[in-house]
């Protein structure tokens, strides 16, 4: 019997070839196996019985790191054209060969970098070992693969490796199949690998991590070249050291990741479970956020007035040596490892990006020669539900793709979010996120994104024809993709965010969705600044259906940081100009002169949009509570205004249940002046020419979030508990929108609602509306794997671009 095996999936770098031969030496199989790039192909000889038990371990046995998503069988004839003749053994030294990969178009999975196995970690403090404390250490099994790729399929000479011939010993392994580290392309050792030093100073190799280790203990920092790019490293527990580290990267709240050296030191830290310690000591080794415990041994400075750790375990070689090696210094078992970049630029990944920004804020750089091809910065994720609820989708994942149906046709690049940007290459019917790339406002970062989408067409050998953006005529990201020689096509950023959502759940064409896309800040097909909407969705076009109360949003860039600026220009349209400023001036926002300034710039329309910016809502509530007044970084006065409320419920020990009764949710009649703007949103010009069909509904309905502020301010006003408030905030939202979820089914008679958007970060918010949307027999689409966030957008973006491609727009 003859068959040709093909195998789709994440197949390369991943020992699948080495595992096929072992599988086939076991099972008596003669033939060969070989990379095609979109594919392994294996062309497999033998009885019918030793082929049939060949193939089923190909499929119940693969490498620990492969996903395989489709295998194929197909009889072949000795001989035949077109097809490769099967050596016989006495045409070769085995029955069985690896041979030369090959080119071929077709859908290309490629492996993200995988973190050390634990084999590996144990031969690095092996003294016995040849590669005992070397930094590069990895096998079939784990190692660099995105980072270090230069094209497809996989091999030794398309990486940044094969710029380090293979000694001797490491060739020995990498060609015989008995081995851990046969097929492994990044091998190495001690004697040929790559080196790490210091840039600046003469230590290299052991010198070089001892010095950097001294400098660490001593309340140091230092930058270290990992897999994807440079870390800023301090000791977590020196509070002086952490503190001038924030004063360094000009970075006053937003809490710092850190590294811990084992599992031990999680559970002494923080409080874990079973399910996520699984994955934060799995192959993947992402961030992952966690309660502090009381008594920990960390710094307040780490993550100030945060009751969670952004907490990650050593995943590369020198990292490991960081905590642990062979000299007398002693490490804290807690470090914070926190990208290194200035404020607004990408990751570092070489010496000259170091050397030119990092050089101010770290005392040493420890580097290393192996290039870095592809930036990856970490993977943040929460958990709901006992499931992963991803923060920032990056090493480890990416370029992992969304599969949706066959019915996507084509090659689409979508640039992403200017905010927290991750791009996406669609190719068919797979959907390829970027590694998170960072805010576009930089141009820098702008620079990266140019690179990183070349790199990522090459590796998945991809020629778009369309590129996908947001509408916003003033994003970075809209510049970059219309200087890119392709048509462009505009995705309204709410509508992508509910189509991520959609694909993410590899959603059914057919269907619609009620869709919740609650966020900061995303320009409207009107003109005006949306982020609380409420849309009726497909693939193919959305309607804006409702939305939150629209504000003005007085003082531009600036008023997105100063949520006081919001809660000023609400609390002006509840009471009125005259009568707000007493309330104003007791509740502690601003100076009555200043509020006085705010409102002739509103009436003059001096840097001042129409928003109903759901994320400014929450900016503004903050403020009116005492809670936070302005943000150092974004999301600050949000999850703050988060924090409080979960600090109330936690003591009063309730358990977030669903609503009590939905009596002030309602659609809103009595505001002459909401029923202007809807008038003037319904006569706006939509954009119909390379633009996704929008449509605005014509009476919007909308969650009446002005008489929630209003009771909340008189309530804090009264002298009530701002946490309880904050709490009431959170689930009064939640039921105003599964209100408005009720009265669009009863017009429509859609069952499924979709939630995202940034806000929908909020455990807590999204809790309340899960559980409430389910209560009420709704269909829940929610986000798993990719960020709800703008770092999420591109794969809607890239969907709707799919679309216009089959519809020849």
């Known amino acids: 019997m003859r068959v040709c095996i093909r195998v789709f999936g994440i197949v390369q770098g991943v020992g699948f070839r080495p595992t096929v031969k072992r599988h086939a030496d076991a099972c008596d199989i003669a033939g060969s196996v070989s990379n095609k790039g979109p594919y392994v192909e294996i062309f497999a000889e033998g009885s019918e019985e030793c082929v049939n038990s060949f193939i089923k371990q190909i499929q119940e046995e693969p490498p620990k790191r492969a996903v395989i998503l489709k295998l194929d069988v197909e009889n072949v004839e000795s001989g035949e054209d077109g097809i490769h003749k099967v050596e016989s053994e006495t045409d070769s030294k085995e029955k069985f060969q690896i041979i030369e990969s090959e080119k071929e178009e077709g859908e290309i999975f490629v492996s993200p970098d995988i973190a050390i196995c634990p084999e590996c970690k144990k031969e690095l403090y092996d003294k016995n070992d040849r590669r005992y404390l070397h930094p590069f250490i990895n096998c079939t099994c784990c190692g660099p693969r995105l980072t270090i790729l230069d094209s497809m399929p996989y091999d030794r000479v398309r990486t940044s490796m094969g710029e380090f011939p293979m000694c001797e010993k490491c060739e020995y392994e990498y060609t015989h199949a008995e081995t851990r580290r046969f097929d492994a392309q990044p091998v190495c050792c001690n004697d040929c690998g790559p080196e790490v030093y210091l840039l600046g100073r003469k230590e290299r190799g052991a010198n070089a991590i001892r010095y950097t280790r001294k400098v660490i203990s001593e309340g140091g920092i230092v930058a270290v070249k990992g897999i994807g790019g440079f870390h800023l490293c301090c000791d977590a527990a020196k509070e002086e050291t952490v503190a001038r580290l924030r004063q360094r990267k000009k970075r006053p709240m937003k809490p710092f990741a850190v590294m811990m050296k084992d599992l031990d030191v999680v559970r002494r830290e923080c409080e874990t479970e079973p399910h996520l310690e699984e994955i934060l000591d799995g192959h993947q080794k992402p961030i992952i956020l966690l309660p502090k415990k009381e008594g920990g041994t960390l710094c307040e400075s780490v993550a100030p007035d945060n009751p969670k750790i952004g907490v990650m375990l050593p995943y590369a070689p020198v990292q490991l040596l960081l905590f642990d090696y062979q000299d007398e210094t002693k490490v804290s078992d807690c470090l914070v490892m926190t990208s290194a970049n200035t404020s607004g630029a990408p990751i570092c990944r070489d010496d000259e990006d170091a050397l030119n920004e990092l050089s101010g804020l770290c005392d040493v750089i420890l580097s290393h020669d192996r290039k870095i091809r592809l930036r990856a910065d970490d993977t943040v994720m929460d958990f709901y539900r006992g499931e992963p609820y991803m923060i920032r989708r990056s090493r480890g994942y990416a370029p992992l793709p969304f599969m949706m149906g066959n019915e996507f046709k084509g090659q689409v690049l979508a640039v992403g979010g200017e905010l927290k940007n991750a791009f996406c290459i669609g190719k068919n019917q797979l959907f390829y996120p970027s590694p998170y790339i960072g805010d576009m406002g930089d141009v820098r970062t702008v620079k990266a994104l140019k690179e990183s989408v070349k790199r990522m067409e090459e590796l998945l050998e991809t020629k778009p024809q369309i590129v996908a953006c947001d509408m916003h005529p003033s994003y970075n990201t809209r510049a970059a993709a219309e200087e890119m ?115 002739t710039m509103e009436e003059r329309g001096i840097n001042t949009v129409q928003s109903t910016s759901a994320g400014r809502l929450f900016d503004a509530v903050s403020a009116i509570l005492d809670i936070r007044k302005s943000s150092t970084f974004e999301g600050e006065a949000s999850t703050s205004l988060q924090f409080a409320a979960e600090k109330w419920l936690d003591a009063q020990k309730k358990k977030i249940a669903g609503s009590e009764d939905f009596a002030e949710s309602g659609i809103i009649t009595d505001y002459e002046e909401l029923k202007s703007i809807s008038d003037v949103a319904q006569k706006s010009v939509v954009e119909k020419n390379n633009s996704i069909n929008q449509n605005i509904k014509a009476d919007l309905y909308y969650l009446p979030t002005l008489s929630l502020v209003k009771e909340l301010a008189e309530r804090k006003l009264a002298g009530e508990n701002s946490n309880q408030l904050a709490l009431h905030f959170h689930r009064r939202l939640a039921e105003m929108i599964v209100s408005a979820c009720e009265k669009a089914r009863e017009e429509t008679g859609i069952n499924t609602v979709a939630l995202s958007g940034g806000v929908y970060q909020n455990k807590l918010l999204l809790d309340y509306s899960v559980t409430m949307l389910e209560e009420r027999g709704f269909h829940v689409l929610r986000h798993h794997l990719l960020p709800p966030n703008d770092g999420g957008i591109s794969l809607g973006q890239a969907v709707a671009a799919m679309r216009s491609l089959q519809k020849g727009e």
């Open 485 to 599: 020689g392709l048509p462009v096509f505009l995705v309204q950023h709410h509508y992508a965010h509910i189509l991520s959502c959609m694909a993410e759940n590899e959603w059914t064409t057919e269907k619609k969705v009620i869709g919740v896309s609650f966020d900061g800040t995303g320009y409207g097909t009107d003109g005006t600044i949306w982020g609380g909407e409420i849309l009726l969705a497909d693939y193919d076009s959305f309607t804006r259906w409702g939305c939150i109360e629209p504000f003005a949003q007085t003082g531009g860039d600036v008023s997105a940081k100063e949520g006081w600026r919001i809660a000023v220009s609400l609390l002006g349209k509840i009471y009125g100009k005259e009568n707000a400023l007493q309330i104003i001036e007791t509740l502690g926002l601003c100076e009555p002169k200043l509020a006085k300034l705010q409102f």
